[in-house]
């Protein structure tokens, strides 16, 4: 567990890195269906001044974990197209994303797969939304969080990759193996959050989600 002088110093960070969001990163995010608005709320920014250990994600967007008590991880994104996709800083730990819907009064919940998509569904189409960054990040802790809800929603993509496998669901197996109540909401072939809400919109979510 983070102290709290290094959360504030990650809160510090991501707050600077999102002051200083580039026009490319902006554009991008825009092109992904994300306003101005939305990228303030979740801290997502620039990383133009890198601070000591994210020199290799000058360029990157910067994507903080936020929690009610402050930053306790980032995770930097490419937007050029270039590889790796994304890369975290060495050794640090982080569990879902976006857990301060976990704090909302709801008794229905979405778990998704990838930050981008948990943003999309939680600041865009405004339904109560987690992120897990891939099957190995499903940790045997985390059903516990989500014993208070009735409805639990899991939304992971649907894309078969080149050596035929299916990543998101076998993320949505793995969950449900643990949350036998859990509803896996199966999106179309070939498609994330972001790609059904682009062609979509958000009503493509609620009239599927509607209890």
Known sequence: M??????????????RYAKSLTPEAASYLRGRGLTKEVADTFLLGSVSEPSAGHELAVGMLSIPYLTPSGVVGLKFR???????????????????????????????????????DTIILSGIVGIPAVGVAGVSQWKPHFPKLFEPYSRILVMA??????????PGQELARRIKE?????????????????????TYGSDWFRERLAA
């Open 157 to 166: 993509d649907n894309d078969v990759k080149e050596d035929g496998k299916n």
């Open 178 to 198: 643990d949350l036998q109540h859990a509803e896996v909401i199966i999106l179309p072939d070939n498609q994330d959050i972001n790609d059904v809400y682009l």
């Open 78 to 116: 490419r937007i050029d197209g270039g590889t790796p996709k994304y890369i975290w800083p060495t050794g640090q730990k982080v569990g879902l994303f976006n857990v301060n819907d976990l704090h909302m009064p709801s008794d229905v919940i979405a778990i998704c797969e990838g930050e981008i």
């Open 2 to 15: 983070l102290k709290e002088k290094q959360k504030q110093l990650l809160t510090e960070t991501a707050e």
